[in-house]
């Protein structure tokens, strides 16, 4: 099971490819979870919005919400750990940009 912290920055990687409602839900239930003092509320917290906002996704309609989230965010999340292992210096893609962004 993915920490809060890796939750985060999978959901912020896929920022872009929710629709602007959904963005701002998003990053305003993230804002709501750095407030939290439990690990378990922040992911509590983020598992409600995701419920949510995965409506966006065809994929995560057909397969369910939660296997979406049990076998797509570990394998979002493997990659940019990839990634980051393995990138040339001065890479300037957006999973670095990603990265770049405060967490």
């Given amino acids: 099971m993915l920490s809060y ?3 985060k920055l999978v959901c912020i990687s ?9 963005q701002k839900r998003l990053l ?6 750095e407030e939290m003092k439990t690990e378990r509320e922040k992911k509590f917290r983020l ?4 419920h949510l906002i995965l409506w966006d996704f ?4 057909e397969i369910g919400f939660v296997n979406f989230i049990n076998h797509k965010f570990p394998e979002r ?8 292992l393995n990138k040339e ?4 893609c957006d999973i670095c940009k990603l990265m770049e962004m405060p967490a």
């Fill in 5 to 7: 912290q890796d939750m």
């Fill in 14 to 22: 896929y920022l872009d490819s929710f629709s602007a409602i959904n």
């Fill in 28 to 33: 305003m239930a993230l804002d709501s979870c």
């Fill in 47 to 50: 598992y409600r919005i995701l």
């Fill in 58 to 61: 065809e994929e995560a309609i």
């Fill in 77 to 84: 999340l493997e990659a940019i750990e990839y990634h980051t």
């Fill in 89 to 92: 210096i001065n890479c300037f």
